[in-house]
């Protein structure tokens, strides 16, 4: 049977909130766009994002792009690259209205204007007082503005394939890449996608560690395919756990609730971060906050018959502000924990949240590589945007507010940037039958019969290893360990075996491949720790208490051909504005 083969000028592979801003950017362009999503769009991820997006609009309190540089690059505890960070704030402004007049329900002001909140992390004049830079849709904000870009998209005429699942990067003995093969879940027939430049907006990959706050769909795919297409992931090692996962659940309770005036207690009923963060107390940035919970708990200072989870109070604030402000996390607190936030605290304790690494790009979203010119070669007709990429805005550690900002900033230039690229290659390359057959072997590979591992408890096993060896606090012979678990659970990959091999809307096949990518992205963040001998941003290391601004101020780049490790340098030098040289990270 003859594989069936469709052509558009651009492929977007994931619908959230980076695919869909790039898609709307090139629909309204009148590129014909497709769009590849494993669920219906308005499901992507970015629908969980709660707190806000953050932008310099001084609606509440004065502020400037340049404050909220100087936050980011110092959230990054000085890894994430200055250009970038400069272009992502000043882009911050324009990106917020167009969503605005496209249609974004912001909550307002009394005054009319989109209401802003504090969030962690966050200042006015470089470091003085707190900010109030994250606009809000209550805590809704994701999910206002993924459907939002959806409903545009549609307008637009976008092509969208709904739950189709992307199996393989096609590319050519030049490496260009030329579209995708990718597979209907309903029928199970693979598609292969032509097109003249691809953009993969996949998304995080939380689901690689076992009490995340992630969908279940994250399961890093993307990167996992630019892997195997020969791209390395930066910064893999840099992992955030968010402080206030629901404890023992995992699910998020946003910092907007600590934006609104909620503060965590130890089981002595003690406000604890001022010991920590003496300035910004509860709206220390995450890693901070996140790692002063895990000491409170080891210190025995935590609450709940184990020991084992601290308090997050929001009853202070009054139920009417709790229901204005904080709707969703109230539900989820009383559906998840069982409390209502208006009248007891929150169980919390740290989730696996965010990946501030990703498949390497510029800010143009364009994908980089070390090639034959330098450390940064683009990949011709490849892009990237979102959770899945990394311009390295966030270095070593996420401010909240800055991942809407991202995907969106990121996703509306790549989205400029390919029309560019389209203009100057209007024709197809030839395909490519070696890669199109390579596609096709790795599509058919859990079709073998007979016994063998089941999915599940592999995926389990995977699961509990990374977080073990992985996790909020890592040492070198946790990690050393951890790598060689995961060695042996690769090799074991090839022993998986299906009992249900039918076609028809099989979701244990495409669990098989969501595992085999996990494995390859684990890999990744796990080889890149054990190596990095210092502690920055989420990066924890007890052995190595202090950062290393003299060995270890550079990317690290992982390869999947044969576990190689690569570094580059930091991109220190802004586009407009004067540096702002690494100096002691304090709160």
């Excluded at 909550?107 to 809000?136: M, P, V």
């Excluded at 029928?187 to 969908?215: D, H, M, W, Y």
């Amino acid at each position: 049977m003859a594989l069936a083969k469709r052509h558009f000028d651009a492929l977007i592979i994931g619908a959230g909130g980076a695919g869909l801003n790039a898609a709307l950017q090139l629909a309204n362009a009148d590129a014909r766009v497709a769009v590849v999503s494993k669920v219906f769009p308005t499901r992507s991820h970015t629908v969980a994002a709660q707190g806000g997006v953050n932008a310099a609009l001084a609606n509440v309190v004065p502020d400037s792009w340049h404050w909220h540089m100087f936050d980011t690059v110092k959230g990054s505890d000085y890894l994430g690259d200055q250009d970038a960070i400069e272009f992502m704030c000043r882009e911050a402004i324009p990106t917020v209205y167009e969503l605005e007049h496209n249609g974004v329900p912001f909550s307002r002001l009394d005054n009319g204007r989109i209401y802003q909140r504090a969030f962690g992390g966050q200042s006015q004049n470089f470091g003085g007082e707190q900010a109030s830079r994250t606009c809000a849709a209550a805590d809704r904000t994701g999910h206002a503005i993924l459907h939002t870009l959806y409903q545009q998209n549609l307008r637009a005429r976008t092509h969208f394939f709904d739950e189709y699942f992307a199996i393989e990067l096609i590319s050519d003995d030049e490496g260009a890449v030329l579209g995708a093969l990718v597979m209907e879940i309903e029928t199970g027939e693979p598609l292969l996608i032509e097109a003249k430049v691809t953009l993969l907006a996949t998304g995080g990959c939380g689901q690689v560690f076992r009490t995340n706050s992630n969908a279940h769909i994250n399961t890093g795919d993307g990167m996992a395919m630019a892997l195997r297409a020969g791209v390395p992931l930066q910064d893999m090692e840099f992992f955030q756990f968010h402080p206030t996962g629901i404890h023992g659940k995992g699910m998020l309770i946003s910092e907007a609730v600590r934006g609104e005036g909620g503060y965590l207690v130890n089981k002595d009923g003690e406000r604890f971060m001022p010991r920590y963060a003496p300035h910004a107390k509860d709206l220390a940035s995450r890693d901070v906050v996140s790692r002063a919970i895990v000491t409170e708990v080891k210190a025995g200072r935590g609450c709940g018959p184990r020991g084992d989870h601290v308090l997050l109070k929001a009853d202070h604030l009054g139920e009417e502000v709790v229901a204005k402000r904080l709707p969703g996390i109230r539900e989820s607190a009383i559906i998840f924990a069982g409390t209502d936030p208006a009248r007891e605290p929150i169980p919390v304790y740290p989730t696996a949240h965010y990946v501030m690494g990703g498949i390497p790009t510029d800010r143009f979203g364009r994908v980089v590589i070390p090639a034959r010119h330098g450390p940064e070669e683009a990949v011709p007709g490849l892009y990237a945007a979102g959770e899945c990429a990394c311009v390295s805005v966030h270095g070593a550690n996420r401010l909240g507010g800055n991942s809407l900002l991202d995907i969106l900033v990121f996703g509306r230039a790549a989205g400029l940037d390919i029309i560019g690229y389209l203009d100057a290659n209007p024709n197809h390359r030839p395909l490519n039958s070696a890669s199109v057959d390579a596609a096709m072997a790795r599509f058919q590979r859990f079709e073998q019969p007979g016994e063998g591992i089941p999915v599940a408890e592999l995926r389990e096993e995977f699961q509990k290893v990374m977080e073990d060896h992985a996790g909020v606090y890592r040492t070198e012979a946790v990690m050393a360990e951890g790598v060689e678990k995961l060695k042996a659970i690769r090799e074991r990959l090839d022993a998986v075996r299906l009992t249900d091999r039918s076609r028809v809307f099989n979701t244990a096949r495409i669990e098989a491949f969501e595992l085999a990518n996990m494995i390859d992205v684990g890999m990744g963040i796990a080889l890149s720790a054990s190596q990095r001998k210092e502690s920055r941003g989420a990066h924890s290391r007890p052995d190595y208490p202090e950062r290393d601004d003299k060995n270890w101020l550079k990317h690290s780049l992982y390869f999947r051909d044969g576990d190689q490790l690569d570094y580059k340098p930091v991109r220190t030098r802004p586009l407009s504005v004067d540096s702002f040289p690494p100096k002691a990270r304090t709160y």
